[in-house]
């Protein structure tokens, strides 16, 4: 089980490459692509994957805006 960082939500340190730094939504879900892609080729076959993305893009009042957390309310 994996939750792996929203898009445009955090900033480690500033670092290039981080995922859920990039440029729009749809590079973002890309990189999830890559990096799934690569965990179902060592995945057992009989192996599951669970990833917990939260919608704090969409429904946020400051969509996008980096370090803002949750929306409230």
Do not use: C, K
């Not at 939260?54 to 957390?69: E, K, L, M, Q, V």
């Amino acid at each position: 089980m994996t939750s792996p960082p929203n898009f445009n939500l955090h900033d480690y340190d500033g670092r290039d490459g981080q995922l859920g730094r990039e440029s729009n939504p749809e590079a973002y879900v890309g990189t999830l692509v890559r990096v799934f892609r690569q965990v179902a080729r060592v995945l057992r076959r009989d192996g599951m994957l669970w990833v917990n993305i939260g919608d704090t893009y969409a429904g946020h009042a400051d969509a996008g805006t980096a370090g803002r957390g949750h929306r409230s309310g």
